[in-house]
């Protein structure tokens, strides 16, 4: 069974760069068909996605932050990475990988199928100050 | 961006209530719509893909409903154990925004 697991400084001053690695295990992040995606979640607040990367290296970041967003893969050690620049207070929060997969077929549908984050990590708080 | 507005915010319900979460997206989504469920403390789990396909392993009495921009969870009889944070989250268009959670609560 694959599992996630993040890690990284907890405390992140601000104007520095917040990096957080999540390593796979139980399964090859470069099996078929996986997207691999950092969420995070404010103090009391909402969940707030912040992007993916596939294992070909294909990369999408929500645009609020993909001024200061990188997501990388490294496949040999079956992990990937978040580097979010510039941080501020307004960083602090939660931040979670999260394992996206195809789960079913559009109904009439040849191509399109449904996609939801089925396998997360346990998630790691880090704090700007 | 696609807005997606959950309601009501908090709810109060006791064991055995019927319980429904509505979850409305600023534009047609289709049925682009996931749900989670969060206890305190611990990670979201996915209950509903495709606005109303049960995610393996997930209580038959959870079912989702709706399409384009209007959505339901139900939970038909609550349990203990269902008392959570759920959020939905369009799966339609980058990015893939959430909405801002339901807490169920016990009355």
């Known amino acids: 069974q694959v599992q996630l697991q993040e890690s990284g400084p907890g405390l992140v001053k601000p104007s520095q760069t917040l990096s957080l690695t999540c390593t796979v295990s139980?399964?090859?992040?470069?099996?078929?068909?996986?997207?691999w995606n950092w969420v995070r979640q404010h103090p009391g607040g909402g969940l707030e996605w912040i992007g993916y990367?596939?294992?070909?290296?294909?990369?999408r970041y929500n645009p609020s932050l993909r001024s200061r967003v990188t997501i990388s893969i490294d496949t040999s050690k079956n992990h990937f990475s978040l580097e979010l620049s510039s941080v501020t207070a307004a960083d602090t929060a939660v931040y979670y990988c999260?394992?996206?997969?195809?789960?079913?077929?559009?109904?009439?549908?040849?191509?399109?199928?449904?996609?939801?984050?089925?396998?997360w990590g346990q998630g790691t708080t880090v704090t700007v100050s | 961006d696609i807005q997606m507005t959950q309601s009501p915010s908090s709810l109060s319900a006791s064991v055995g209530d019927r319980v429904t979460i509505t979850c409305r997206a600023s534009?047609?989504?289709?049925?682009?719509l996931n749900w989670y469920q969060q206890k305190p403390g611990k990670v979201p789990n996915l209950l509903i893909y495709?606005?109303?396909s049960l995610q393996s392993g997930v209580p038959s009495r959870f079912s989702g409903s709706g399409s384009g921009t209007d959505f339901t969870l139900t939970i038909s009889s609550l349990q203990p154990e269902d008392f959570a944070t759920y959020h939905c989250?369009?799966?339609?268009?980058?990015?893939?925004?959430f909405g801002q959670g339901t807490k169920l609560e016990i009355k």
């Open positions: 139980g399964g090859s992040i470069s099996s078929d068909g996986y997207y």
């Open positions: 990367i596939y294992d070909s290296g294909e990369t």
């Open positions: 495709g606005a109303s």
């Open positions: 999260a394992r996206v997969a195809s789960l079913g077929k559009v109904p009439n549908s040849v191509y399109y199928y449904y996609y939801g984050m089925d396998v």
């Open positions: 534009q047609t989504i289709t049925t682009y």
């Open positions: 989250q369009q799966s339609y268009s980058n990015p893939y925004t």
